[in-house]
């Protein structure tokens, strides 16, 4: 039996195991997988509900990994247990004025108008299981329709949320550009052949237009050195900024938000909505910044590169600087072995 193959049965039984040992067992299976194993067994769900729902896959996957996202960027949701990602309240599963929230029960949840559904056949609606989860949502989507607009209109009737229409739509189109779930490689933002000097200068504080403190590293280079997307991901916002100048944003599939800024330029056909991968040229060192469009050379040729973690309610900036010298090094390491 070929490799692939064995690696398929094992993903089969374990969406089987999970699928009827709920939460409790969820994370010490998981933790015994690859990566691989686990974007194999998130895709065969995802298949799944999308033949029985028609909801498309990758919308099913932009919604999972936009709140996987939130549950790492928030203590106030449980740690992700199981292939999927997705949390409903007992509130929401159960019904508002069911006096049991761990109701597992479909026709007392209905009565109560609560949402959870059986999605694997075994009579329980179990807000821990991953089918039952998955196939709610799909449901509750595919009651709007399944193309885009009532895909759209759902995620808003649902989050309230503008932001959260936009990631979600954004993550999914790069799952449906890319085809796979794997979308884990990073880049440095810089060629590795090109000069450039760096340091953490996040926190640091600055002066035009105010005391403000720097969100960001700055990646010193010459006039014209190519920018590079660090992620696969969709570009959220482009233009000019008194501060950042020409600076171009990209969201990925975590919910990161990755900032540019300083640029000279940006590169031919890159637009918002464009989507993007690691190493994709999107513009340019520069100096612009700190006054009206198109102000330039107030300080030396550098990128100023940030990340914002979105939280369902808003973003906030962290230190990239941990994050640039791994790519830098894993980018290194592979031109080594190539």
Same mark, same amino acid.
């Given at each position: 039996?070929?490799?692939?193959?064995?690696?398929?049965?094992?993903?089969?039984? %374990?969406?089987?195991?999970?699928?009827?040992?709920?939460?409790?067992?969820?994370?010490?299976?998981?933790?015994?997988?690859?990566?691989?194993?686990?974007?194999?067994?998130?895709?065969?769900?995802?298949?799944?509900?999308?033949?029985?729902?028609?909801?498309?896959?990758?919308?099913?996957?932009?919604?999972?990994?936009?709140?996987?996202?939130?549950?790492?960027?928030?203590?106030?949701?449980?740690?992700?247990?199981?292939?999927?990602?997705?949390?409903?309240?007992?509130?929401?599963?159960?019904?508002? +004025?069911?006096?049991?929230? +761990?109701?597992?029960?479909?026709?007392?949840?209905?009565?109560?108008?609560?949402?959870?559904?059986?999605?694997?056949?075994?009579?329980?609606?179990?807000?821990?299981?991953?089918?039952?989860?998955?196939?709610?949502?799909?449901?509750?989507?595919?009651?709007?329709? %399944?193309?885009?607009?009532?895909?759209?209109?759902?995620?808003?009737?649902?989050?309230?949320?503008?932001?959260?229409?936009?990631?979600?739509?954004?993550?999914?189109?790069?799952?449906?550009?890319?085809?796979?779930?794997?979308?884990?490689?990073?880049?440095?933002?810089?060629?590795?052949?090109?000069?450039?000097?760096?340091?953490?200068?996040?926190?640091?504080?600055?002066?035009?237009?105010?005391?403000?403190? $720097?969100?960001?590293?700055?990646?010193?280079?010459?006039?014209?050195?190519?920018?590079?997307?660090?992620?696969?991901?969709?570009?959220?916002?482009?233009?000019?900024?008194?501060?950042?100048?020409?600076?171009?944003?990209?969201?990925?599939?975590?919910?990161?938000?990755?900032?540019?800024? $300083?640029?000279?330029?940006?590169?031919?056909?890159?637009?918002?909505?464009?989507?993007? +991968?690691?190493? %994709?040229?999107?513009?340019?060192?520069?100096?612009?910044?700190?006054?009206?469009?198109? %102000?330039?050379?107030?300080?030396?040729? $550098?990128? $100023?590169?940030?990340?914002?973690?979105?939280?369902?309610?808003? +973003?906030?900036?962290?230190?990239?600087?941990?994050?640039?010298?791994?790519?830098?090094?894993?980018?290194?390491?592979?031109?080594?072995?190539?």
């Amino acid at each position: 039996m070929k490799k692939t193959a064995i690696l398929t049965l094992t993903v089969l039984c %374990t969406v089987f195991f999970l699928a009827f040992h709920p939460a409790h067992g969820n994370a010490s299976v998981l933790e015994e997988l690859s990566a691989e194993e686990i974007f194999q067994g998130r895709m065969a769900l995802y298949r799944k509900t999308e033949a029985i729902t028609g909801i498309p896959w990758y919308y099913l996957a932009g919604v999972d990994s936009y709140e996987r996202g939130l549950r790492r960027a928030r203590n106030d949701l449980p740690d992700e247990e199981g292939f999927i990602g997705i949390y409903f309240p007992p509130d929401k599963w159960t019904g508002a +004025e069911n006096p049991d929230k +761990e109701d597992n029960d479909p026709l007392a949840i209905s009565l109560f108008n609560g949402m959870g559904l059986d999605g694997n056949g075994d009579g329980l609606a179990d807000q821990n299981n991953d089918e039952d989860v998955l196939f709610t949502f799909a449901s509750y989507l595919a009651s709007y329709g %399944t193309d885009n607009d009532n895909f759209r209109i759902g995620l808003w009737n649902y989050y309230q949320r503008d932001k959260a229409v936009e990631l979600i739509t954004g993550h999914s189109k790069v799952y449906q550009k890319f085809d796979t779930l794997d979308l884990s490689k990073r880049m440095f933002p810089l060629p590795l052949q090109y000069n450039y000097s760096y340091q953490s200068t996040w926190g640091h504080s600055r002066g035009w237009g105010g005391r403000r403190m $720097h969100e960001g590293t700055d990646l010193f280079a010459g006039y014209g050195t190519p920018v590079r997307s660090t992620t696969f991901g969709i570009v959220e916002l482009k233009g000019w900024n008194k501060f950042g100048g020409w600076r171009i944003g990209i969201r990925d599939t975590n919910n990161v938000y990755h900032y540019y800024a $300083h640029l000279t330029g940006f590169e031919k056909g890159v637009e918002r909505g464009t989507i993007v +991968e690691p190493g %994709t040229v999107v513009g340019y060192v520069g100096s612009s910044g700190y006054g009206k469009p198109g %102000t330039q050379g107030k300080f030396p040729p $550098h990128l $100023h590169y940030g990340m914002y973690k979105d939280n369902g309610y808003f +973003e906030w900036s962290f230190d990239p600087f941990p994050s640039l010298r791994a790519w830098e090094r894993m980018e290194r390491q592979a031109r080594r072995k190539g």
